[in-house]
């Protein structure tokens, strides 16, 4: 039994997207919502004061790293995610299958669990569904995610299968671990890889379970972006209406619009800060690659009419100028910006689903905006 | 001839210590001042908007690192440095001299000038006492730096005589090819090495021509710890009183003590923001050295009562936990936090000096707070 902590508010008449709003334990967050990635506990190049003045409402944490260090005794110990890092909003962590599931070389999934080796010195270390919920209590995060088993989209039937089946006992165990905690919400993953079969028996099968929210997991693990576009439909068209649907770790702006016209309500991505490393800033013309010897001398901002905080005062020929001299300044300058236009894209996503008109607003954006 | 842009204002009874105040182009500048290093136009890990909450009233840009990018013909269709980074407050350029000579097999000395290889594109480049001075007009210095050179402090005295002699004649050649341009200063530096027949010499000869200011150069460069402490109070003891004077490249807070005591008005340094990356941090008790695994549970900041945007929020754990994975974020922290230590201890000597106490308060922080 789960209560109603998430609400659908508008609803598109021509596409799948809607508006919703989550009330988790440490604030509210409204869908459809994008999540930066704070991997150790902090967004990559930025500070919370950064996050804060852009008003991100939630950033996600990930359980793997986190469990590596500071590890559950030490988090335990002084109090927890919020305690230790002073975030004061929600944030959702993952469950670490993903993080275990890229190191292919390093971990062992046996039934119970799953074993890695630790990048931090070099011992091993096992993850289970109730460490892995264990652990997220600790932590104290507002949105869990089950343990689940990934594959690359490119595995046979038999394997997606297998993936498939254990992903499902392990949500159940999952579940039974979290008992009765309505501060921390508890949501599930499908798996099922690039078939529709397993898709189809994944959302079934876990949708029975009432959890609070469900996930797509396994994609951009290797399919095509044909294919990732079709099982994003293809999913969020079989979870519930009334719970909210993740699609992990995806992606572009040009994702963003096209998931949220399939129904999905959360996203997370490295990209906005790993594109500030690498100085590709987005903008609603485009991507501004700044590292090119043609924005040395260009006096405008990023982009014209911008409001961030790097708009409102730098130039791309001073970007130019610390990317160029590896001043890590820069990285963070140019994250911000990008934060800050996936947080007005979400804004705006918002806002044209509440006026009925984001049927028109996705066809333009993925008409007119250049996708690379 | 020079107008009296610099003003002496309190004298310590018991020691060489003075408070002044220098007016620049771009603003007022209280000394003694520490000037945090922005080597490509911005202090390393740190944002503009950083650093004027923290209150910097200047800071130092390198020449050398300026003029291999963007480069004079750019940064003169760009209208400067300030026009460039948006730094609105004065800056002080060093002249490229000490860069140069840190790269002793990539540079040949002239009597016209240095040749050396940039390390942007293994390009020849030539600089002259009079490109180095319209190069710092194009910059739009508040403090310009004459062209020198710089040997180590472990030459013979034939090799600091040359040096010396070399440094005078470029000075001279600066300070033509400067003109009159009230609104950008110029300093000159005493060579000399540990010899002090030459620093005797060289800050008479240099004293006769009447610069804005003048620095201590060619310490920091391989002499012992007390050659540095007896030449600083040498040579800043030749120098006139109604002149600034600025101890090049140095140092730590003790040094800055020390410095202060000896007349010394003017400094820059690294340490603040290295040490950030490497995650040391100053504090009234000593250094703290984060990356030790004592640090990783203490819920305290780094300096109980200190001021910093660092220490109101984040705590030793949360800062380890930032450092050992690696994040940017964390050099920014530790670095605004060193900055805001110097700030600290700058306003405190010049309280101190203001009030008479100085002589007491250099003593107690030489004998109290640890050095290493």
New interface residues.
Partial sequence: MTDTFFKVEAKCPTTRARTGEMQLSHGVVKTPVFMPVG????V??????DMEALGTPIILANTY?LYL??GPK?LK???GFH????WKKPILTDSGGFQIFSLPEQREIFKTGVRFKSYIDNSYQTLTPESVVSFQHTIGSDIMMVLDVCVPSTCSHDEAAWAMKRTHEWAERCQQAHGHRPQQKLFAICQGAVFEDLRRESAAWLCERNFDGYAIGGLAVGESKEERVHFTEFVAALLPQEKPRYLMGVGTPHDLVRSVKAGVDMFDCIIPTNHGKQGVAYTWKGKVKLRRSAH??E?IPLEEGCEC?VCR???R??LY??L??G???A???VSLHNLHFYDSLMKKIREHIEQGSFGSFAEDFLNNVPES
């Fill in positions: 991997t150790f506990g902090t990559r190049h930025v500070s919370h004061d790293h260090r500071p030490l110990q002084l109090g305690k230790l890092t002073d040395a001398s006096q905080p005062r730098y130039s020929a001073y100028q610390l160029k001299s001043e890590p300044t990285w963070r300058l």
